[in-house]
Protein backbone atom coordinates (compact mmCIF):
# COMPACT_ATOMS: atom_id res chain seq x y z
CA UNK A 1 0.00 0.00 0.00
CA UNK A 2 1.23 3.34 -0.95
CA UNK A 3 1.63 5.69 1.88
CA UNK A 4 1.66 9.02 0.38
CA UNK A 5 1.22 8.79 -3.05
CA UNK A 6 1.95 11.64 -5.58
CA UNK A 7 1.10 12.19 -9.83
CA UNK A 8 3.14 12.53 -12.08
CA UNK A 9 6.18 11.35 -11.25
CA UNK A 10 8.09 13.38 -13.99
CA UNK A 11 6.71 16.21 -15.57
CA UNK A 12 7.78 18.33 -18.36
CA UNK A 13 6.64 21.72 -19.82
CA UNK A 14 6.90 24.43 -21.65
CA UNK A 15 7.69 28.02 -19.99
CA UNK A 16 4.56 29.40 -19.26
CA UNK A 17 2.40 26.50 -19.09
CA UNK A 18 0.07 25.69 -16.20
CA UNK A 19 0.49 22.73 -14.22
CA UNK A 20 -0.86 20.22 -11.44
CA UNK A 21 0.62 18.10 -9.08
CA UNK A 22 -1.68 15.52 -7.03
CA UNK A 23 -1.12 13.68 -3.55
CA UNK A 24 -3.23 11.87 -1.61
CA UNK A 25 -2.33 10.12 1.77
CA UNK A 26 -3.69 7.00 3.28
CA UNK A 27 -1.79 7.11 6.42
CA UNK A 28 -4.90 8.97 8.30
CA UNK A 29 -2.73 11.89 9.10
CA UNK A 30 -4.38 15.52 9.76
CA UNK A 31 -1.18 17.31 8.35
CA UNK A 32 0.13 17.75 4.67
CA UNK A 33 2.81 19.30 2.83
CA UNK A 34 4.58 20.68 0.31
CA UNK A 35 8.63 20.81 0.25
CA UNK A 36 10.85 21.77 -2.75
CA UNK A 37 13.94 20.04 -3.33
CA UNK A 38 16.42 22.30 -5.62
CA UNK A 39 19.21 21.15 -7.61
CA UNK A 40 21.36 21.28 -4.48
CA UNK A 41 19.37 19.11 -2.27
CA UNK A 42 18.01 21.60 -0.53
CA UNK A 43 14.70 20.28 0.93
CA UNK A 44 12.88 24.18 1.91
CA UNK A 45 8.72 23.61 3.07
CA UNK A 46 6.37 25.30 0.80
CA UNK A 47 2.83 24.90 2.27
CA UNK A 48 1.43 23.00 5.35
CA UNK A 49 -2.07 22.59 5.32
CA UNK A 50 -4.06 20.97 8.75
CA UNK A 51 -7.29 19.03 8.60
CA UNK A 52 -7.83 21.38 5.07
CA UNK A 53 -6.81 24.60 6.41
CA UNK A 54 -3.88 26.82 5.47
CA UNK A 55 -1.31 27.13 8.21
CA UNK A 56 2.51 27.33 6.89
CA UNK A 57 2.43 29.60 3.37
CA UNK A 58 6.33 30.49 3.26
CA UNK A 59 7.92 32.71 1.11
CA UNK A 60 6.70 31.54 -2.34
CA UNK A 61 5.35 33.22 -5.41
CA UNK A 62 2.06 33.33 -6.00
CA UNK A 63 2.39 31.76 -9.07
CA UNK A 64 1.84 28.74 -6.52
CA UNK A 65 -1.44 27.59 -4.90
CA UNK A 66 -2.14 24.86 -2.97
CA UNK A 67 -5.87 23.39 -2.73
CA UNK A 68 -6.73 20.55 0.28
CA UNK A 69 -10.36 19.04 -0.68
CA UNK A 70 -10.09 17.18 2.11
CA UNK A 71 -7.63 16.12 4.80
CA UNK A 72 -6.29 13.17 2.65
CA UNK A 73 -5.38 14.90 -0.45
CA UNK A 74 -3.21 18.27 -0.88
CA UNK A 75 -2.33 19.04 -4.64
CA UNK A 76 -0.36 22.08 -6.11
CA UNK A 77 -1.44 24.39 -9.01
CA UNK A 78 1.62 26.32 -10.68
CA UNK A 79 0.26 29.04 -13.37
CA UNK A 80 3.23 30.57 -15.87
CA UNK A 81 5.90 28.02 -15.14
CA UNK A 82 9.48 29.74 -14.89
CA UNK A 83 12.75 27.96 -15.72
CA UNK A 84 13.36 28.17 -12.02
CA UNK A 85 10.75 26.10 -10.99
CA UNK A 86 12.53 23.01 -12.13
CA UNK A 87 12.76 20.89 -8.97
CA UNK A 88 11.92 18.04 -7.72
CA UNK A 89 8.34 18.39 -5.68
CA UNK A 90 7.75 16.45 -2.17
CA UNK A 91 4.61 16.02 -0.57
CA UNK A 92 4.48 14.75 3.30
CA UNK A 93 2.42 14.00 5.70
CA UNK A 94 2.13 14.01 9.57
CA UNK A 95 0.00 12.31 12.26
CA UNK A 96 -1.64 15.09 14.80
CA UNK A 97 -0.01 13.47 17.66
CA UNK A 98 3.46 13.09 16.58
CA UNK A 99 5.89 15.12 14.34
CA UNK A 100 7.48 13.35 12.27
CA UNK A 101 6.82 13.24 8.46
CA UNK A 102 6.24 10.47 5.92
CA UNK A 103 7.25 11.74 2.04
CA UNK A 104 5.85 10.60 -0.89
CA UNK A 105 8.20 9.77 -4.19
CA UNK A 106 8.63 13.16 -5.38
CA UNK A 107 7.62 14.92 -8.35
CA UNK A 108 10.59 15.78 -11.06
CA UNK A 109 9.15 19.00 -12.73
CA UNK A 110 11.30 20.03 -15.96
CA UNK A 111 10.64 23.39 -16.96
CA UNK A 112 11.95 24.24 -20.53
CA UNK B 1 12.94 31.53 12.36
CA UNK B 2 14.89 28.49 12.67
CA UNK B 3 17.86 27.75 11.32
CA UNK B 4 19.72 24.25 10.97
CA UNK B 5 23.29 23.82 9.86
CA UNK B 6 24.14 20.40 8.67
CA UNK B 7 28.31 19.27 8.54
CA UNK B 8 30.26 18.11 6.76
CA UNK B 9 28.26 18.28 2.69
CA UNK B 10 30.30 15.45 1.62
CA UNK B 11 31.90 12.19 3.63
CA UNK B 12 33.63 9.39 2.42
CA UNK B 13 34.52 6.64 4.99
CA UNK B 14 36.08 2.70 4.37
CA UNK B 15 33.57 0.03 4.35
CA UNK B 16 33.56 -1.06 8.24
CA UNK B 17 33.89 2.65 9.92
CA UNK B 18 32.23 4.62 11.53
CA UNK B 19 31.17 7.96 10.22
CA UNK B 20 29.14 11.29 12.41
CA UNK B 21 27.16 13.73 10.87
CA UNK B 22 26.50 16.75 12.86
CA UNK B 23 23.75 19.88 13.17
CA UNK B 24 23.27 22.50 14.85
CA UNK B 25 19.94 24.67 15.14
CA UNK B 26 18.93 27.75 15.86
CA UNK B 27 15.80 28.08 17.73
CA UNK B 28 15.89 27.05 21.92
CA UNK B 29 11.82 26.24 21.36
CA UNK B 30 12.78 23.11 18.90
CA UNK B 31 12.22 19.18 20.78
CA UNK B 32 12.06 17.09 18.31
CA UNK B 33 14.55 16.40 15.27
CA UNK B 34 14.62 13.37 12.88
CA UNK B 35 17.38 12.74 10.46
CA UNK B 36 15.97 11.37 6.53
CA UNK B 37 18.27 9.15 4.48
CA UNK B 38 17.31 9.85 1.39
CA UNK B 39 19.17 7.43 -1.73
CA UNK B 40 19.29 8.39 -5.48
CA UNK B 41 16.26 9.06 -6.63
CA UNK B 42 14.24 7.73 -3.73
CA UNK B 43 12.18 9.83 -1.24
CA UNK B 44 13.51 11.11 2.05
CA UNK B 45 12.58 8.33 4.98
CA UNK B 46 13.34 8.80 8.69
CA UNK B 47 15.83 6.79 9.91
CA UNK B 48 15.83 7.87 13.76
CA UNK B 49 14.71 10.78 15.80
CA UNK B 50 15.41 12.28 18.83
CA UNK B 51 13.49 14.30 21.61
CA UNK B 52 14.39 17.20 24.11
CA UNK B 53 13.95 14.98 27.13
CA UNK B 54 16.31 12.69 25.77
CA UNK B 55 20.05 13.06 24.97
CA UNK B 56 21.23 10.10 23.49
CA UNK B 57 18.89 7.26 21.02
CA UNK B 58 20.36 4.14 19.22
CA UNK B 59 18.57 1.58 17.01
CA UNK B 60 21.41 -1.06 15.78
CA UNK B 61 24.24 0.28 13.97
CA UNK B 62 23.07 3.84 14.19
CA UNK B 63 22.40 6.40 16.74
CA UNK B 64 21.74 10.00 17.61
CA UNK B 65 23.07 12.39 20.59
CA UNK B 66 21.62 15.61 21.64
CA UNK B 67 22.96 18.42 23.33
CA UNK B 68 20.48 20.95 24.46
CA UNK B 69 22.47 23.42 25.82
CA UNK B 70 24.77 23.79 23.24
CA UNK B 71 22.14 23.07 20.61
CA UNK B 72 23.45 20.75 18.38
CA UNK B 73 23.20 16.77 17.41
CA UNK B 74 24.65 14.65 15.99
CA UNK B 75 24.38 11.69 13.84
CA UNK B 76 26.07 8.27 14.57
CA UNK B 77 26.80 5.38 11.96
CA UNK B 78 28.71 2.72 12.75
CA UNK B 79 30.39 -0.44 10.41
CA UNK B 80 29.69 1.26 7.45
CA UNK B 81 27.93 -0.58 4.73
CA UNK B 82 27.93 0.37 0.99
CA UNK B 83 23.68 0.25 1.02
CA UNK B 84 24.57 3.72 3.83
CA UNK B 85 25.36 5.71 0.73
CA UNK B 86 22.62 8.44 0.32
CA UNK B 87 22.28 12.31 1.44
CA UNK B 88 21.55 12.47 5.21
CA UNK B 89 19.23 15.35 6.16
CA UNK B 90 19.20 16.51 9.90
CA UNK B 91 15.91 18.83 10.77
CA UNK B 92 14.44 20.22 13.97
CA UNK B 93 10.51 20.94 14.74
CA UNK B 94 8.86 22.95 17.39
CA UNK B 95 6.32 21.60 19.60
CA UNK B 96 4.29 24.89 19.74
CA UNK B 97 3.78 27.14 16.50
CA UNK B 98 3.74 26.33 13.23
CA UNK B 99 4.60 22.79 12.89
CA UNK B 100 7.11 22.32 10.11
CA UNK B 101 10.45 20.40 9.45
CA UNK B 102 12.99 22.82 9.20
CA UNK B 103 16.03 21.16 7.26
CA UNK B 104 19.71 21.63 7.42
CA UNK B 105 21.64 21.03 3.76
CA UNK B 106 22.07 17.56 4.03
CA UNK B 107 25.31 15.95 3.78
CA UNK B 108 26.33 13.24 0.76
CA UNK B 109 27.72 9.74 2.66
CA UNK B 110 30.09 7.44 0.35
CA UNK B 111 30.88 4.04 1.56
CA UNK B 112 34.09 3.42 0.05
CA UNK B 113 34.43 -0.92 -0.23
Known amino acids: DTAVSQTPKYLVTQMGNDKSIKCEQNLGHDTMYWYKQDSKKFLKIMFSYNNKELIINETVPNRFSPKSPDKAHLNLHINSLELGDSAVYFC???????????FGQGTRLTVV | GENVEQHPSTLSVQEGDSAVIKCTYSDSASNYFPWYKQELGKRPQLIIDIRSNVGEKKDQRIAVTLNKTAKHFSLHITETQPEDSAVYFCAARKAQGAQKLVFGQGTRLTINP
Open chain 1, 92 to 102: ASSPSNDRWAF
